[in-house]
Every structure is written in C-alpha cells, then in structure tokens.
C-alpha cells in the first residue's frame, strides 16, 4: 500500500478553502500511484478553532464539507480530521474525529481518546473521550487510526502519565499493520526532535510502521512545523516532509526505501535558530494574510529587536509589502539614524523619519509643565513610547497595513515595556523570542551578507527615553534574566530552587516580583508567535488580582 | 448540629491573608454555638487560581495554609477547601480537595468528581477527578459532602448533561442526612436565581437538608455574588448570607426556623439591575485593592458609560479616590462641557480639562498635513481616542491611580472602540454590560435624587469624534443591536436563524461580520466584569486569524 503524507496549511473556519486544499493534495496523491491520501487532524475546520466549536453553525458547516469531500474524492481512500457529534445525552456535544472514505461512503469512523487540556490546548472543553480502540482493514492492511495525544502516552516514554489509558498500545496489541497518526502538533524549540524521537521509537517497541501527519502553518499564536515522517518497523525514517511549508510525501509500505532517499526525505531547517526563524517567518506570514492583509507597518529604533522583526517580515511579506517608519526623539542617537537607514536599505522596504519632538512638547505641556528634559521620569518616558504606538497606529490607519510590534520575550516578562506604547500593533513577532536568543536568530540574516547592520547586532541594547539609558541599568544581565525567565516560566522553578542553583538571591527575587506585577500588561499583549516550551499568551493563564503571600511561620 | 455557613472574600495567592479571615470567620461560628464551620470551595488559594496551579510552590504554600489552620482552629469543625496532590502516577497532577477537621487533626479527605470545563472554568486543565463518593459522619451526622460543580449534575435539571456521573444521587442513595456543598460560583444575570432553585428542588428530590457555602468578592472578571444557603427536607430556604459581601449565617439542622426570620435571611438585591449595579461595585472595588492599588482615574466625555462607571468607581473606591478628566476638541457639545462637571461636583470626585486639540494638531501635522476639520476620517478619529487614551495613562502615571476605561458591550462585540485609545485602562468596569441595560444600571444612582444629571440619561449617545456625529449613524439601534449579539454571543444562534425570527437580514449579517472582525480588539482588551451568561474575555476564545467561508453549493 502506498500512503501520501497529505501536509496541508487550513485557514480556521475556511471550509472551501480548506477543501479546495484537500481535492488537489488527492489528485496529487492517485497520480503518484497512491492507494490511501491522509490529512492532518481536524482539517476540515483548521485547528485549533476554539470557541467557534461551540456554535452550531460552524459544526454544521464542517460536516457539510466532510460530506463535499466524500462526494468529490472518490478515487482513492482518505484519512481526514473532522468534528463530529455526540449522539449520545451525557458528555461533552462533540468529538475529535477522524474518518476513512473512499468511493463516495465513509467507512470507518474513530474518535480522539486522549484530550489535551494543558499549555495552549483545550480540548476537553469541548470534546468527549473516544471509547471504541478498534483496528480498521483497508485494502487488506489492518489500519490503527488515532489522532494525535493518542500517540503521546508511552510509559516507556513519559515517566508521569497524564492519562491511564494508551490507546496505540490497545491497537497494537490487536494486531495492527501499520500506526496513521494525524495531528495537529505545534512547533516550539527541541519538539521536532522529541516527536520524531518519539514515533521512531513506538514502530521500534511495537516492530509497526508509522504514519505521522502534520498540520503545518501559523494559526494566531501558533505555528504548526509540518515535518510529518513515517517510519519502518526497525524505527528507521523512511519519509519525511519539509518543515514549516505545506508537502506530500509518498510512504510505499512494501518497499519503503526503494525511492531514492531525496524524493523520500525532504530538508528541514538545520539548526534550533534557523527553525525558530522559519517559525517566524511562517508565523508572521500566515497572521498577516489569515487576517486578510497583505502589508506590515514596524516602528524601526536602531535597535536589534526591531531589526529582527523587520527582516523577518520582509522575507515573510516580500520588501515591497513592508513600511518602515523611525521616530527619533531628542533622546536617539546619531547612529540610529544611519543604522536604521542603512537597515531600510539592505532589506529593500520602505523607509520614513517621524520625529516626536513636537507632539511630545503638546502632551507635557498638560501633564508635566515642569518638565526637565535632563531626567524624564516614568510619565514623560512612557509619553514618548505612546505617541510612537500612536502614530503607528495612524500610519496603519492610512495605508491598511498592519503594525507589527517588536517587543522580545525578556522585556515583557518583567514589563520593560510600554502598553499602548511599544507594544501596540497586531502581532508581536519575537514576543516569544528571549533577548539573548534574538541575537541568535538575526544573525542567520547575516550568513551570506550584511543584512543588519553589524553596529546594530553590536551596540548596547537602549529604550532611548532618557539621557545616556541602557537596558541592563534597569535590568540584570541578560544572560542572567534569561536563565532565570526559563527556570521560572518554562521549567516552573520556585525563587528558592534558583537560588540554590547559584543565582543571587536579590536579583532572582526581584525578577519574580516583576514578572508577577506585569501580569497586566502580558493581558493586553498583542498575540506572539510561540517558539518555547511555555509562551506569555494562551498557554499561560495568570490570574491579574492577585497576592502571593506564604502563611506566616507562627499562626495564620 | 448548628452549622456556620461562611461566606469569605479571598484573594488569589494570599495564603495568609485568606487563612486569618478563616480563623476569625471560625471565632465567630463557634462564638455563635456551632459545631461546624463551612468554607468555600478553594478558600486556601482562593478561586480562580489559574496556571499558578501549575507551580509546585502554590500548591505547598495552600498545603502549609492548611496545615497551619488545622493547628490553629481546634474547637470547632470546619470544612475548608484546599488543593491536594494526586498520589498516582496518572492523571493530573492535583485534587480540587475539601478536607473536614477537628482538635488537630484531618477526619476526611473528598475530591470533587466533576470538573467544570467550559466558559470560564478550566478545571480539567488543572485537576484530576476525584472517584471516591462516601458519606462521612460527624457527630452523629451523616454528610454528603460535595465541590461546587459536583451538585450541578441533576436530570431532572439539566436535559443534556455534561457528565454521566451524578455524585449526589449516589451520595443521597447511602442515606444521606444532609448535602453540604461548597463552592465557587460566579454571578451572572439570573444564575443566583437559577442556582437557589436548583439547590431547593434537589432538597425536595431527596428529602435532605441543603448547605451550600459560596466564595463572594470579585477576582479579575469574575465577581461571586456569595447568596450562602440553606434548605430544609422540603426544599424551604431557611437560612440566606448577602450577596457581594462577607457574611455568617447559621442554620440548625434539628430546628432550622427557631430563630427569628431577619437573623436567617439576609437581605439580596431586590432586581437584576441592582445585582448588575452590586456585582459592578464589588468587582471595581476588589479589582482595585486586590492589585494593590487605592485610586482610580476616568475620563468623562459627557456621556452614559463615562457618566456610569465614575458612579461605581465613586461607590466602589469613595468620592476621594476617584479623579475624573474632561478632555474636550473641536467636536465637543457644550453640554457636555457643563454635565460633566455637573456630574463631578454630584460625586464628590475631583474633576480637571484637558483639551486635546494643540495635541492632535501635532499628530496631524506628520498624519494628515491636508487635514480637513470638517471631514476627518478614521485616521483623525482613532487619534483623537488615543490621545485622551494617552493622557489618561500619563495621570495614572503621575498619580499611581488605575485608569477605568469605559466602554459598553454593544460597542465593544462591534468594535465601535479605539485600540490604545478609549479601551485603554487596567479595568473595563461595564464592558459586559449592554448599551440598554447601562441605562438601567444607571436609573439605579437617581433613586432618591438626581446623581446622573438627566441630560447625560437622555443624550443621543455620540462618539463626537468628528462633526455632529451620533452612535446610531453608523449602528443598528442598541434595542436591535443588543438583542442580535444577545442571540449570537449569549445563545450561539446563527444570522439564518436571527433572520428567521424577524431581524433585518442586512442588520444581522452587518453585526455578524463586525463582531467577527473585532476579534482582534477585544484580544487587547483589559479584563471586564462579567455580568453576563457569556462575556468576552476568558470564557470566550475565539481565534483572530479567520475566515468562515461555508462550503460552497457545488464543489469543496
């Protein structure tokens, strides 16, 4: 049996377009000579499409299109993710399904059993368990068909278990021929490796091949890296599809490395920072044009965060979609006025000079008539990010272009930040980049030449608000900031466990005090593209009022 | 047995603070002769603790919490609320957990069976479901004791349910003598209503006494009205504590109506725009303090939603920490000029102008040097918006005071609302209250004499962001705009069936497609007061990056 590893990129609630996908990957599929074509989990509907489950409407429509798909593709049997309901009268409305069809009827039917319902996912606010773990025999091949967190149980694998149930386990034992798995699994730093780490091993334990399909492309904060793979029985890659692109690849059951290995094994990216910028990229692209525009408005300062975020979206938009736009004050620097230029230049986008200087003396003339221009203080520093979020806004206004804004991960975690300021704009591009791997990342524009200006990648990082400012006055180190952000907010550390590990105490201390006090702004943060293990946004929910006091040592 | 039904306002993470309202609320019970104080649900950590579940820190320091009030509290039984870990190796990590103890020591663990997952609750994100359901006996007493969500379960209530299990049927059938159930269930318009009845007729159904204890007190959006109950065998409500305060009430098993009526039954608010009004000021009030702040800044235009929140603020805060500021342009009505100050003087509050147009004549210059007064378009309107959104933020800046931000539901579902301009503010006091039911609300303040002036009551509502401007030139009427998105939002209808029940189909459709366009507005918004069956904010999630295009008649 030949299966074609079907990696589309769906726009959530884009039946047509959705569909439209999926009739061409088919043909594509039957003229490779393919029996079976599968798609990843809920491609009808795109995934994740939260709340939009629980309209009526938007069920219906995905069935509608499920049963489009059943009556077009009839020349070749299809694996699809769809939504389908809960007959029953107790439980959850809905299911995450999977069906087979072929020939105009749909032959078998599976439902998810393991929900995830932790970090961005959420699914058993909407859907209830599968029960039934039965194989399905197709074409003589005796199918076990799951959909995703199904296959993220092994005991061997995860030493604490979410769920008691293993679902590949139960159809392996009932003498499965080969594992299909269809998933919708994002990409964040070292999951790749994992998840391919992972299915090698489950075809090694249960000596089965596997096939895994992946969603791949950008849905809000989330970027799904495709990279869907099938393995032989021994655990050997024997296909795999490019990252972060849309792909078909043929997996030959019988003979699974008789094609020669570059028509099996596509490229990915080669590093953690080159996939985090094709993470980015995608990321960035699939938002702005999801969302119905086509151009990107940034705040260009002469440093390396906004830099980083213009170039991504160059490569992601195209130059000719992109507008820059520099808002000097009295506080920028002679260099950032050539750094930014020069930047404009070497990316090949549009390029405007906005000085705040009079619009900045409008507003203190009302808020601060004493003003002393030597040392601004918290009103008159946040002003100036404010006017710059405003004028942004109105340039976006103009031209229909979306502002991105280009905060990193370690400034809004400890709220180096301006809301309605800085952080305005429609998506945050490396708001889920931390400072010291922002550096990583820009370089790789700088492999072949000079994309950002060296001084840029150089210089002391500044907010430029006041005279002579640089960030790590205000901040620790930010090798020092970004170990500790990771061991609080991605590994869950207490300040005590940090400490132990040899960080000074005052600074960790006051770290986590910072990042508790902005959990206000991370509310109002635009949505950022997720690249760690736990991203500020969806997957983090913090309450806002709030007090952290341990009971006292003597008596509560 | 004489049972003290506790009704506390915990903070979030306060473990101290939370743990000395116990020992004080438990001094008063056994001052009032009662065997057996009872506390909400979480009442440790208070509810809802969010992802701070997922710090093992937390979750020690509510254990430590416990632990410290079993050693403190020992002459008197009490049932709190406490998060447990789960000591099996799948599954999720934690118990949402009630403990009952006495002179030292813990009788009796429970784990709540039924874990809310929808709207705003995420408790299968959290928590693992608790299997045991036994009775436990204290002082000759056999209770059923139950979490919230575990009583919520009845088929004679809920035609389709959520859950097969119903743990107070099993609890009743082992021969029950009374069902105490602790909780956390947040306000809405009709739920306290809904929620008394259910608790009377599952008294009735099975011939048990009733106990159910309620956290009161706002956290982020959501606010508990409390309305603490008790029922005799018949479904009789004997004993009822206030809603949107603290409160002790006591009820006797063996003679439940021996005291007189008034010490049993505490007074609630007589309607729904009075609950609406109390969930409004205690929301705003606790927001407040809980997030450490004293004051609070509003900007007044002149009109309802201004004029409404200042009121609460006024209430909520006192007169001498609300500062209000009048922040006039070109295209402001005299009137407003002269009823906003009216409306200060009528608070108490202090009251300043700040005219915006040397400030927007600035950001012309680099926007819009063509600039024609008479016509501006959105460019200029959103402007003027973020700068009074701006100035706003410098006052909070100067002062340390929360800026309010003011905006309605009708406006907010639509987007008729600037980013970083009119929505900006820590807390969006009536953002899930109706453009018709602000005027109800409001009515509220000029019971006994006329604190809203009257004209700001009978305006035409206008943005006055450009010449003679009225709401209603670019929406639908509030009564029909409220009463679609009350069908689309609330109840999950489609356009087709709104139009089915008589709205104009190019009205429907318009809404539809603003509401789904706003998506990303809303995403940026501060948190809202819930009053609502189904607010936007966290209880609502819909993706940004869209397109619901059906499937089209003839092909996918």
Redesign the interface.
């Known amino acids: 049996m030949k299966i074609a590893l079907a990696q589309i990129n769906p726009?959530?609630?884009?039946?047509?377009?959705n569909?439209?996908k999926?009739?061409n990957f088919a043909a594509q599929a039957r003229k490779a000579g393919c029996d079976l074509v599968v798609f990843p989990e809920l491609a009808t509907c795109?995934y994740?499409?939260?709340?939009?489950l629980?309209?009526?409407?938007?069920v219906d429509?995905n069935l509608?299109?499920l049963n489009?798909?059943v009556d077009?593709i009839g020349d070749i049997g299809v694996v699809v993710g769809y939504v389908d309901r809960n007959p029953h009268?107790?439980?959850?409305?809905l299911f995450n399904a999977l069906a087979l069809f072929e020939g105009g009827r749909i032959r078998f039917r599976a439902f998810k059993r393991l929900l995830p319902?932790?970090d961005v996912f959420?699914e058993?606010?909407h859907f209830e368990p599968g029960q039934a773990c039965e194989l399905y025999t197709y074409q003589g091949v005796r199918l076990a068909l799951t959909i995703c967190e199904d296959a993220w149980n092994d005991p061997d694998i995860f030493a604490?278990?979410?769920?008691?149930d293993d679902p590949v386990e139960r159809l392996a034992a009932q003498g499965a021929d080969v594992l299909i798995n269809i998933s919708a699994s994002p990409f964040h730093i070292g999951k790749r490796d994992f998840r391919l780490a992972m299915l090698a091993r489950l075809a090694r334990k249960y000596a089965l091949p596997v096939v895994h399909v992946n969603q791949v492309g950008?849905?809000?904060s989330l970027v799904f890296d495709g990279t869907s793979a099938g393995f032989d029985a021994t655990g050997g890659l024997v296909a795999r599809a490019r990252d972060f692109e849309e792909d078909l690849v043929v997996m030959d059951l019988r003979a699974p490395t008789a094609a020669p290995e570059a028509q099996r094994i596509h490229p990915v990216a080669p590093s953690d920072p080159d996939a985090v910028l094709a993470a980015l990229v995608t990321g960035t692209r699939?938002?702005v044009h999801?969302?119905?525009f086509k151009q990107a408005v940034i705040g260009l300062s002469g440093g390396i965060d906004s830099a980083l975020t213009a170039a991504v979206a160059a490569r992601a938009l195209g130059s000719a979609n992109v507008a820059t736009v520099f808002m000097p004050s009295a506080y920028t620097s002679a260099d950032n006025y050539e750094d930014t230029a020069q930047l404009a230049r070497n990316l090949g986008v549009a390029y405007r000079t906005?000085p705040i200087d009079?619009?900045l003396?409008?507003?203190l003339?009302?808020?601060?008539p004493d003003f002393d221009p030597a040392a601004p203080?918290?009103?008159e520093q946040?002003?100036q990010a404010?006017?710059r979020?405003?004028?942004l806004?109105?340039?976006s206004?103009?031209s229909g272009a979306l502002v991105l804004s280009t905060g990193n991960k370690s400034e809004l975690a400890v709220g180096y930040c301006t809301?309605?300021g800085d952080m305005?704009g429609?998506l945050a591009v490396i708001s889920d980049v931390p400072k010291t791997l922002v550096y990583e990342v820009a370089a790789r524009f700088n492999t072949e030449q000079e994309v950002i200006p060296r001084r840029i990648l150089e210089k002391a990082p500044s907010a430029e608000l006041k005279p002579d400012q640089e960030d790590q006055d205000d901040l620790p180190d930010y090798a020092v900031l970004d170990a500790v952000l990771k061991g609080m907010v991605e590994e869950?550390k207490?300040?005590?466990a940090l400490i132990a590990e040899g960080h000074d105490p005052q600074t960790v201390r006051d770290i986590f005090r910072r990042v508790a006090l902005n959990e206000?702004k991370r509310?109002?943060?635009?949505?950022g593209i997720k690249v760690t293990s736990k991203a500020f946004g969806?997957g983090?929910?913090?309450?806002?009022?709030?007090?952290?006091?341990?009971?006292?040592q003597d008596?509560?």
């Open positions: 726009t959530v609630g884009d039946f047509s377009g569909a439209a999926m009739v795109g994740p499409p939260g709340d939009l629980e309209r009526p409407d938007f429509a509608d299109c489009a798909l077009t009268n107790a439980g959850k409305r319902t932790y959420d058993q606010r604490s278990r979410i769920y008691a950008g849905n809000d699939d938002y999801k969302c119905g906005m009079t619009i003396a409008a507003f003339e009302h808020l601060a203080g918290i009103t946040n002003i404010r006017i979020g405003s004028l806004m109105g340039l206004n103009r809301l309605y305005n429609g869950f207490s300040a005590e206000y509310h109002q943060a635009a949505p969806s983090r929910r913090y309450p806002i009022a709030k007090r952290y006091r341990p009971p006292s008596h509560p």
